[in-house]
């Protein structure tokens, strides 16, 4: 000890310590973030002929543009780490395969059923880890519905509107409205980040929150609009080309009547 | 009622209970000399003479639901957590405003309904407005000696706007926060005094804890006083001018034709009240109208999509979307000794809403000025037979209209599947082209339909008749319209353009020439109406009935 005290006026001390800190701050930074990793990617425990039906699934629907061993292509990205979540999403939605190429693969019905959705997801979730498909118990909706909400409004309202109504992006690209959007696949856009949605990970966002956010979604899509007709949810632009197309013209065919007797 | 019958005869008895209590009152207030003034004023009938009335009754029926609304809302920005019936909500921390607009919404009986009814009436109160107001302006009812009631409906346009903004951020809802912080940020891009007008506003830094209640008061107390002190102005005015009345037979600038108030103009007036009281009524039952629980409370940090103002503000939201933030390498952000002076936010908030206002107010002195016209006007004109006034008043509801829309772009976008970028970019051009392109269209189309008229005054409406000649020529008949048809398609002035005059020093002025080439553009293109030699001679040769007979008058038949 005392020869440790004895250098610590040496001109390296400064350099060691800078060192030791550094150090320590990156491997604690690089635990927590290994831990959510770890959460991230818990397999799902697909057998080992799921696995190998996806890749012909794959292999024969995939490919083309994604490539030989989803590997990647000029036309489509790699597909090795993205996970059974993104493959379920985008399969399970319908927007792939894409029915047409454009700034954002459009919803469409599902082309596989299932049982192949889940084979798909089997093979690229073994060509890598990545986020995983949800557990069923983050996906009852049996959350808190007013946090959820806050969070919503923090996290997502600014492109799926308060409402989720949807609404525009840049250059024709746009957050869709999530009304009929299924809990899981709601849970899994939210890992994945599929097309223009950022990646809202278990360290930003947890599984409990996450939860409470599709209990949110639920409920609103559930609740019945107290106050009528709602519009579309559209807000003021919507009220507004009611007023004057349905207001404004059933009150001219009054004045009409009115003044129908004269002139 | 003179001094000598009530001496010489005994004081009137009326002989029913009813009869006696309005005895009483008229010979306390003299009503019924009153009634029998107010009850001879005659008003010509026209439909589009009643969008004022939808106005005003939609006015009455903002009153009575506002007040409603006021014994149960509280414009505080206290904090507090809800503990009403809506679950999505529960336990959530909003301002004591919003809880207890959501109060009104869930927890009060009516509440909801009169809400809806309250908010769908201020969108009808401005929209018909506008309406009657366009109405007006294309007429040409704003000429001498109604100019300055002109200019107290444009003021009560704006103060609309006024009492539907103020009322609008009331809920204090996410929405209604967004729209303020807006508002916020236009009012700081004003150079030296902006932010000091903010901060006086909000009292501090947005969104403070104070400008809900400022904005209350304004929104029940002020505003709505000005209102009423307007309408009372502009009635007053309406009685001192009389009604004007489209042109027809035996209606000239000295008379008016149509009902008397009473009975039956009265009790169609009152009927109608309730006609839009039920319409309103119908909607604010059938349709949601801002609907706050979807909204959450106003925190300053989220912004939702689709976030837009009621419509009535909606062009100016549109013009500071329109805005671009850089052209190229030019930026709109200048630092001035550390100041910032932002235009990319204050020239699309102020210019348009400052150009447009400004023409509203001046235009019946501008053609005034322009066409020297300054006789009392008291019959209206068609449309088309003011071609240049009809073009200028379409390229400036285009103008609006491109602006309007602009604060919907992200709606067209998303509704339309286009990219948000290109609708930008379109509604960026029409900006400019688009009332360039309205005032062409227009009075090309004015002008086209003063022509119809005019052949149909000279020849006669096509009858779809078509008959074969003894020499095989194939002509439609034409049958002539009657005269009070006639009246209306003849009965109009279409002056000349005015040469520049010289003023009484007999020197024609730089600004008399300039009077005088506007003046050229103004009535350069015009279509005289037929005159009675014009009319004498197309059907003359044929007398009352259209002959097909003499091959003179072929031509002009066929033509």
Redesign the interface.
């Known amino acids: 000890m005392k020869a440790l005290s004895q250098k610590r006026r040496h001109p390296l001390a400064a350099v060691a310590l800078l060192l030791l800190g550094l150090l320590v701050t990156g491997g604690l930074y690089a635990v927590a973030t290994n831990v959510n990793q770890a959460q991230a990617s818990t397999t799902n425990n697909f057998t080992a002929s799921d696995t190998a039906e996806g890749e012909k699934l794959f292999a024969a629907n995939c490919a083309t543009c994604h490539g030989m061993g989803a590997s990647g292509t000029d036309a489509g990205p790699s597909l090795v780490g993205v996970g059974a979540a993104a493959v379920d999403f985008q399969v399970g939605t319908g927007r792939m395969p894409m029915q047409m190429n454009g700034?954002q693969a459009y919803k469409k019905p599902a082309q596989f059923n299932d049982e192949q959705t889940n084979q798909l997801s089997a093979y690229v979730a073994s060509l890598g880890a990545g986020p995983a498909l949800p557990e069923e118990s983050l996906l009852d909706g049996g959350g808190d519905?007013?946090k959820?909400?806050?969070l919503f409004?923090?996290n997502c309202?600014?492109?799926?509107?308060?409402?989720a109504?949807?609404?525009?992006?840049?250059?024709?690209k746009?957050?869709p409205a999530l009304d009929g959007v299924s809990s899981k696949h709601i849970y899994e856009a939210m890992v994945t980040g599929p097309q223009n949605m950022p990646v809202f990970n278990d360290a930003n966002i947890s599984p409990d929150d996450k939860r409470d956010i599709i209990t949110?979604l639920k409920?609103?899509e559930t609740?019945s609009?107290?106050?009528?007709?709602?519009?579309g949810?559209?807000?003021?632009?919507?009220?507004?080309?009611?007023?004057?197309v349905?207001?404004?013209g059933?009150?001219?065919g009054?004045?009409?009547w009115?003044?129908s007797?004269?002139? | 009622m003179s001094a000598a019958t009530t001496t010489a005869e005994p004081a009137f008895v009326a002989k029913t209970k009813g009869g006696q209590i309005t005895n009483f009152v008229d010979e306390r207030v003299g009503g019924s000399g009153i009634l029998r003034e107010f009850g001879r004023k005659v008003f010509p009938?026209?439909?589009?003479?009643?969008?004022g009335e939808?106005a005003l009754y939609s006015f009455v029926i903002l009153l009575m639901s506002g007040t409603f609304l006021t014994f149960f809302y509280d414009p505080s920005m206290a904090e507090t957590h809800y503990t009403g019936s809506y679950?999505?909500?529960?336990?959530?921390e909003m301002s004591v405003a919003y809880s207890s607009s959501l109060n009104i919404?869930?927890d009060i009986r009516g509440g909801?309904f009169m809400r809806?009814v309250h908010?769908?009436a201020a969108?009808?109160f401005v929209?018909?407005v506008a309406?009657h107001m366009l109405r007006v302006f294309f007429t040409g009812a704003f000429r001498k000696p109604r100019e300055m009631n002109w200019v107290v409906g444009s003021t009560l346009l704006i103060l609309a706007m006024a009492a539907g903004f103020t009322g609008y951020s009331l809920p204090d809802d996410?929405?209604s926060g967004n729209g303020l912080r807006i508002i916020d940020g236009v009012i700081k891009s004003i150079p030296v005094v902006g932010t000091f007008i903010s901060f006086f506003l909000f009292g501090g830094e947005f969104p403070g804890t104070a400008v809900i209640g400022r904005l209350y008061v304004l929104h029940i107390l002020l505003v709505p006083a000005l209102i009423l002190l307007m309408i009372v102005a502009h009635l007053f005015m309406v009685v001192v001018h009389k009604h004007t009345q489209?042109p027809?037979p035996g209606r000239n600038d000295g008379n008016v034709v149509?009902?008397p108030l009473g009975p039956v103009y009265a009790a169609?007036a009152g009927?109608?009240f309730f006609?839009?009281f039920g319409?309103?009524a119908l909607?604010a039952?059938?349709?949601?109208?801002?609907?706050i629980?979807?909204?959450?409370p106003y925190?300053p940090?989220?912004?939702?999509?689709?976030?837009?103002?009621?419509?009535y503000i909606?062009f100016v939201d549109g013009a500071l979307r329109l805005m671009p933030g850089v052209i190229g390498d030019f930026h709109f952000e200048f630092v001035i000794f550390g100041f910032v002076l932002s235009l990319n936010v204050l020239l699309p908030a102020l210019i348009p809403a400052g150009i447009l206002f400004s023409v509203m107010f001046t235009y019946p002195w501008i053609e005034q000025w322009i066409t020297k016209d300054k006789r009392e006007h008291h019959v209206l004109d068609r449309p088309r037979n003011a071609p240049t006034r009809t073009a200028i008043g379409m390229a400036g509801f285009v103008w609006y209209c491109v602006m309007w829309a602009a604060?919907?772009?992200?709606?067209i976008?998303?509704h339309f599947?286009?990219?948000?970028?290109?609708v930008l970019y379109w509604l960026r051009a029409l900006f400019f082209i688009g009332p360039i392109i309205a005032f062409i269209v227009t009075k090309r189309i004015a002008l086209a339909l003063q022509r119809k008229d005019r052949e149909i005054a000279l020849h006669g409406r096509e009858t779809g008749r078509i008959v074969r000649l003894p020499h095989g020529e194939f002509i439609e008949v034409h049958a002539p319209v009657d005269e009070y048809k006639r009246y209306k398609l003849v009965g109009f002035e279409s002056p000349e353009p005015l040469p520049a005059q010289p003023n009484e020093n007999g020197v024609v002025d730089g600004s008399e020439k300039r009077r005088a080439l506007l003046s050229k553009w103004f009535f350069e293109d015009r279509v005289a109406p037929a005159t009675p030699s014009e009319l004498e001679a197309a059907h003359g040769h044929h007398g009352d009935h259209e002959a097909i007979d003499s091959s003179a008058d072929n031509k002009s038949i066929s033509r």
Request: proline letters at 5%; charged letters at 10%; a negative charge.
């Open positions: 700034p519905a007013a959820g909400g806050e409004r923090v309202a600014m492109c799926h509107n308060a409402a109504a949807g609404g525009a992006l840049t250059r024709g746009f957050a949110f409920q609103i609740t609009s107290p106050g009528g007709a709602e519009l949810a559209l807000g003021p632009v919507a009220e507004g080309l009611f007023i004057w349905a207001g404004l059933v009150i001219i009054f004045t009409i009115l003044t007797r004269t002139s | 009938d026209h439909w589009s003479f009643m969008f939808v679950i999505p909500l529960q336990n959530v919404s869930f909801l809806q908010h769908w969108l009808l929209a018909s309406v996410l929405l489209y027809g149509g009902y169609k009927g109608f006609i839009v319409v309103i909607i039952g059938l349709f949601t109208i801002n609907p629980w979807n909204y959450g925190d940090s989220p912004v939702s999509a689709g976030t837009q103002p009621d419509w909606g604060a919907a772009s992200d709606l976008a998303t599947h286009v990219s948000l970028n290109d």
